[in-house]
């Protein structure tokens, strides 16, 4: 048998690299779930500072720069943190001192690390490694590739935690993921877990989790309301696919819960500016139903993976008015799948499905 010099790494692990030689990482395999992002605190200038980032992404805003520009520093960011902190403070987690999308997604992680620990993916799970960050705001991306990359993992899979795909999200993500790689000297190899709004695990987590919600409510809901986050029509005329794939992801609850158009209708909420955005449109759909004769109405947000200032506050604060208003009387927003069993299963499937490659 020939004899063969061990590899730098193969040296390192039994302590035999030569004297001077920069320190050789134990080979792990990191896991990043990411979501949209969040300011730090509700008041003027942390409202600003997260805003800013946002609607300075060519991603979200695709406005010609010369005109964005004076719109978002001269009037949008002068106005609108206000109003924005002002929401968010009714939604606030204050004894973390920090907003629910956070506190929620750091639970995702959380969960998931205990999962793997307990052998949720076999054998090798302990060279596995997760954290956490946010697109916008804190912990940011690159503190979270820079964290896993410290910590010796030298592949990491990226999980937008967005089930529909957009370029406005999963694109903007991976965007910014490339932008920190891009600075490293040993760069980890990376995978981007794919959206999965039509994934079955996904489907079947969202149907057990409205059924059982629905279930506690105190009343019995006439309809039910599928509201996805709203992109400008122009996105899609330009092929994004986002529309197609909450539309797929609707029909396909639909069929899980046994309903009709009629009493599972589709939406799209959070309209900004005055361009023409994707409709339906939520407020008016909630406002029209109680025209109607609606009573009863609950809604789900599935393109949500987490609760956050759109779905506590926009579907259930100031839509319910909307309804009551209009002559509704019995209102509920259904919850994400949040770190629940049910939200937990499509994360866990998803993660066992990508890394099982590399494991």
Not at 109 to 118: F, K, P
Request: aromatic share 10%; charged share 20%; proline share 8%.
């Amino acid at each position: 048998m020939n004899f063969q010099a061990p590899t730098p790494v193969e040296r390192d692990a039994a302590g035999l690299l030569p004297p001077g030689h920069p320190p050789v990482r134990a080979r792990k395999i990191g896991v990043l779930l990411v979501n949209l992002g969040t300011p730090e605190a509700t008041d003027y200038w942390s409202m600003r500072a997260y805003l800013k980032e946002f609607l300075s992404d060519r991603r979200v805003v695709e406005t010609p720069r010369w005109l964005w520009w004076p719109i978002l520093n001269l009037v949008i960011l002068t106005v609108r943190p206000g109003r924005k902190g002002h929401d968010y403070q009714t939604i606030w987690n204050k004894e973390r001192n920090e907003s629910p999308l956070k506190t929620i997604t750091r639970a995702q992680a959380e969960a998931l690390g205990q999962w793997i620990a307990a052998g949720g993916l076999g054998a090798k799970g302990g060279q596995v490694v997760v954290d956490w960050a946010m697109r916008y705001g804190k912990p940011s991306l690159k503190a979270g590739l820079d964290g896993l990359a410290a910590q010796g993992c030298d592949r990491i899979l990226l999980v937008p935690l967005y089930p529909q795909y957009s370029a406005a999200t999963s694109a903007t993500v991976c965007d910014k993921a490339f932008e920190a790689l891009a600075a490293m000297r040993w760069q980890p190899s990376l995978r981007v877990a794919p959206p999965y709004y039509d994934d079955p695990a996904y489907i079947a987590a969202l149907a057990a989790s409205l059924r059982g919600h629905v279930a506690a409510l105190s009343f019995k809901p006439e309809v039910l309301l599928a509201s996805f986050h709203g992109v400008p029509q122009a996105y899609l005329d330009k092929g994004d696919p986002y529309h197609c794939h909450c539309v797929k992801t609707w029909r396909l609850l639909r069929e899980a819960m046994g309903m009709s158009a009629e009493d599972f209708p589709m939406s799209f909420q959070s309209r900004f500016g005055p361009a023409e955005w994707l409709k339906p449109a939520t407020d008016d759909t909630i406002k029209a139903l109680a025209a109607r004769g609606v009573k009863r109405l609950a809604v789900i947000m599935p393109g949500f993976s987490a609760d956050c200032l759109e779905t506590l506050e926009e579907i259930g604060v100031e839509n319910a008015s909307y309804f009551r208003e209009a002559g509704g009387e019995e209102f509920a927003a259904i919850p994400c799948l949040n770190a629940s069993p049910e939200g937990m299963g499509v994360i866990e499937t998803l993660v066992a499905r990508e890394l099982a490659g590399w494991l």
